[in-house]
């Protein structure tokens, strides 16, 4: 389908004046000020500082300077011709640097670099040198570069370009001149600067096989942080475990690992993956599938996702081949274990289960994944096997009680973060009041979307997430009117993500977001969840998230590796926001809550001992699964007909 043009109807160019003479023609010098976001327009007669040629009318509004300006900053021409965007490194190469914490413009443009320049072309004027890591936390906004990075919309199959990192002070200074406009004053209510923290590695007890490590360095991953490793080796141990560190801290890594090691160690050994959404199982199928092709050894290793989505046919690869398999609660409770004697190959060799995202198994949804789980390891009892569970969470209040809750044994708690951290500046923006009497004050998705414009046009990658999907469609329209009448070139990379969009438009957001080719997205808590959408600059929270771990989730999106970030949270006008909005010290002194699931529930617990006992027969020994409640449970299941006991084991009514 052809791309509709981001101009608004009847937008011309205006016509080109009368060609300057070569002559007379004035080069630009690259980074200077007639490059500046402040003066935005070219002077006629001036010429490209690459290619020495006059630019028209249309280039001199401003498209071209990003192909300039930054890009080609080296006054070499690009391999696609004198006026196209340089092209971005493989996905490989992009990867490895974000896994290793860097962002290098350099690795951006690797044709480019080895170009020779034209001889025609004129010196450019030395572009300063961005500050990075601790040298970036510690420059003033005066000495950050302002260099417009407007999106330049390139030809079909040709990737954007994935946004820089923010120099030290320029998402500040951004905030700071939208709250110094007329009317704006007191929106800016506070700001709280997290600290960078540095990286801390570690070796496991004993190393990983040669081609693990291998694959990790083709990965960009030379040493392991430092729960990573604790990680490895407490699975190495057999012990159950829950490991806790904030988001892009590498807690993928941590069950990965053991797992990989265990697969090629053993040819029969099997893993089974959950997770609370099919989006983020199809998000990690991707890196394992990454990371299965880079180890031959492996040989064509079945994996995939088992889910509503999955076709009959792979379904039955699945059972009867499947090594790793990814799943959701939903489906393993209806789909797995009813037909276990078709898994029974599976569950034999049944090494590990990995959990991950557990904080989300709270309330209901959790009490009934603690009774799966039981189910779960009551089947693997029976073909004798005793898998390893490997949890991971977000910062929540009790993580090893909720762990040992979920699967009903004892957990080992891995909670020191290893992971580097840039600095990350939270603020808290209240919408200014309106002229009235009443109290009432601006819409906070207009405040949102005046944030998310700002920091757009200067070339951030965004993220807002909202409470509802209303409000996050809103926003996505409010930002795009917007964009089409100041920018209309970015009106295209500006998109809604919530659920009830079909997979496939999910996924194809997720990636455009991941490369580099959306610049910002308006959200439900939708991608809160751990689905790598690549380094992002900024949050906005419309609203404040329903806890604390939740608000942390989402601000925690903004901000991988060392680069700076920053997280702003939009005060609605009710009680609670505005109450925070005054008292922000409030909130960063709150810890965060506790996650609480009760397998024992006598109300979640009479359908899956049901389910139990359509699976196998219960014996006396269950109970120590099931809790003291199970014999009262199973009575009454007796007395309404859905259960018969046959000495001292007790069947299903329907078989």
Not at 287 to 300: C, D, I, K, M, V
Not at 491 to 508: C, D, F, H, S, V
Not at 587 to 606: C, K, S, T, Y
């Amino acid at each position: 389908m052809a791309r509709r043009s981001s101009r608004p109807i009847g937008f011309q160019f205006p016509a080109d004046p009368p060609a300057v003479p070569a002559a007379e023609r004035r080069p630009l010098a690259v980074g200077s000020a007639a490059t500046a976001p402040a003066r935005h327009l070219a002077k006629e007669g001036d010429a490209c500082p690459t290619c020495g040629r006059e630019l028209t009318a249309a280039e001199r509004l401003g498209p071209w300077r990003k192909t300039h300006a930054f890009a080609g900053e080296d006054a070499r021409p690009s391999p696609m011709g004198p006026h196209a965007p340089l092209p971005e490194a493989d996905h490989a190469s992009s990867r490895a640097l974000r896994r290793a914490g860097q962002r290098s413009a350099a690795a951006l443009a690797p044709a480019a670099a080895s170009a020779p320049a034209p001889a025609a072309a004129p010196a450019p004027a030395p572009r300063p040198t961005r500050p990075r890591g601790r040298a970036a936390a510690a420059a003033s906004p005066a000495e950050a570069p302002t260099l417009d990075l407007d999106s330049w919309q390139g030809p079909a199959g040709v990737r954007a370009r994935s946004p820089r990192p923010a120099p030290a002070g320029e998402l500040a200074a951004i905030v700071a001149g939208l709250a110094a406009e007329p009317g704006r004053e007191g929106c800016l209510v506070h700001s709280e600067r997290l600290p960078a923290r540095e990286a801390r590695f570690a070796d496991p007890e004993s190393p990983l096989p040669e081609s693990l490590r291998a694959a990790l360095a083709a990965d960009g991953i030379g040493q392991l942080w430092l729960h990573q490793a604790r990680a490895l080796d407490a699975a190495r141990r057999g012990e159950n475990l829950v490991v806790v560190t904030g988001t892009a801290s590498g807690k993928t890594l941590c069950y990965n690992l053991p797992v990989f090691e265990t697969l090629l160690a053993d040819p029969q050994a099997t893993a089974l993956y959950l997770f609370p959404t099919k989006a983020l199982a199809q998000d990690q199928l991707k890196t394992a599938q990454r990371l299965a092709e880079s180890l031959p050894e492996l040989g064509r290793l079945r994996l995939g996702t088992y889910d509503g989505d999955t076709s009959t046919h792979t379904r039955r690869r699945l059972r009867a081949e499947g090594r790793l398999v990814l799943s959701n609660p939903d489906m393993f409770h209806g789909g797995i274990l009813p037909g276990h004697t078709r898994w029974a190959r599976f569950f034999m060799n049944l090494r590990f289960v990995v959990l991950d995202e557990i904080h989300s198994y709270r309330g209901i949804f959790g009490s009934n994944v603690a009774a799966l789980m039981r189910r779960l390891r009551r089947v693997c009892r029976h073909y004798g096997s005793d898998p390893v569970f490997i949890m991971s969470s977000a910062t929540i209040g009790n993580p090893r009680d909720l762990a040992a809750a979920l699967v009903g044994a004892p957990v080992t708690l891995i909670d020191e973060d290893g992971s580097p951290r840039g600095p990350k500046q939270f603020y808290f923006w209240n919408p200014p009041p309106l002229e009235s009497a009443t109290g009432e004050r601006r819409s906070a998705n207009g405040e949102a979307k005046e944030l998310l414009v700002r920091l757009v046009r200067r070339g951030h990658q965004v993220i807002c997430f909202s409470r509802t999907r209303v409000s996050s469609e809103l926003i996505y329209r409010y930002c795009r009117d917007a964009l089409l009448r100041e920018a209309p070139h970015l009106a295209a990379r500006i998109r809604a993500y919530r659920g009830g969009y079909l997979p496939e438009e999910r996924r194809e957001i997720e990636r455009q977001l991941f490369s580099g080719e959306l610049m910002a997205v308006s959200s439900t808590n939708a991608l809160e969840l751990g689905i790598d959408i690549g380094s992002l600059d900024a949050a906005i929270l419309v609203g404040l998230p329903p806890t604390v771990a939740s608000t942390w989730q989402q601000a925690g999106r903004a901000g991988r590796g060392e680069a700076e970030s920053c997280a702003i949270l939009v005060g609605h006008n009710d009680p609670i926001d505005q109450y925070l909005m005054r008292h922000p010290e409030f909130f960063f002194r709150q810890n965060p809550e506790q996650a609480v699931a009760d397998h024992g529930n006598p109300f979640i617990l009479l359908p899956h001992l049901r389910c139990a006992a359509f699976e196998l027969p219960l014996t006396p020994a269950d109970e120590d699964l099931f809790g003291p409640l199970a014999p009262g449970v199973m009575e009454i299941l007796e007395q309404r007909g859905e259960l018969r006991r046959a000495g001292d084991q007790v069947f299903h009514a329907g078989t």
